[in-house]
């Protein structure tokens, strides 16, 4: 397997730039998840789908922010337009519930992202 | 709503100590989920264990142990013996089932320093 990919791995912008933010699930994991890692937040989620469908977006800072999933094997964070404060590492992640319960997540490698 | 409280924010060790790191947290579902997850100076999140919340019974694997007490909320994780590389901040996660699919709620984080 080749684990949850994110790229890219390191993306600085300008302020006011518009940033995607691209993540592949494992293959075959029915949901996927969009974390945010800062100082001061820590890690918090964002949004999450499952089976494609965005399911709870209530992380999702402001409008500013929007993320898709056009099919299983890829998802998209955007931000537009990016300013300072969204500086941070985002990770994605996926799962897929074991029979009767619940699965770890599967983090990917993360991209940090430096707004200027 | 669910929380996760890691009180040591950071600890510093000699190799060879033992050490203990702290979670507790709060739910109100009887069935839920607890996590903890390793992330390395390398910055990547890495899955160590998974319990529910009807298997009480602790659980070692090989330098880690893990003790969960339902009566007392708490998830904690002992490294016995530590070493530099167990180096990193490690995070408890909860996890709620039904309706929040897989999504988890955080604890703020425990820094470890294992030093020669």
């Known amino acids: 397997d080749a684990g949850v990919i994110q790229s890219p791995r390191h993306e600085v912008t300008e302020m006011g730039q518009e940033v995607t933010l691209r993540c592949k699930p494992i293959?075959?994991?029915?949901?996927l998840f969009w974390y945010r890692q800062t100082m001061m937040r820590g890690l918090e989620l964002l949004i999450y789908f499952n089976n494609n469908v965005p399911i709870d977006d209530s992380g999702m800072p402001e409008d500013r922010f929007s993320a898709k999933m056009p099919n299983a094997s890829f998802s998209t964070l955007k931000i537009q337009p990016s300013e300072p404060r969204d500086s941070a590492v985002y990770f994605c992640?996926?799962?897929?519930?074991?029979?009767?319960?619940?699965?770890?997540?599967?983090f990917g490698p993360g991209t940090r992202l430096t707004v200027l | 709503a669910q929380k996760v409280t890691q009180a040591q924010t950071e600890i510093s060790v000699v190799e060879k100590e033992d050490v203990t790191l702290d979670c507790v947290y709060e739910?109100?579902?009887?069935?839920?989920?607890l996590f903890w997850y390793k992330q390395p100076p390398s910055g990547e999140l890495v899955f160590l264990i998974r319990?529910?919340?009807?298997?009480?019974q602790n659980e070692i694997s090989g330098r880690y142990s893990w003790n969960f007490q339902k009566s007392t909320s708490s998830f904690n994780f002992t490294i016995t013996a530590s070493q530099v590389v167990d180096s990193a901040v490690y995070f408890c996660a909860l996890s709620e089932a039904g309706g929040g699919g897989n999504k988890l709620t955080f604890g703020t984080g425990t820094q470890l320093k294992v030093e020669l």
């Open positions: 992640a996926s799962t897929t519930p074991l029979a009767g319960g619940y699965n770890e997540q599967f």
């Open positions: 293959s075959g994991h029915d949901y």
């Open positions: 739910t109100r579902d009887t069935t839920y989920y």
């Open positions: 319990r529910n919340s009807f298997d009480e």
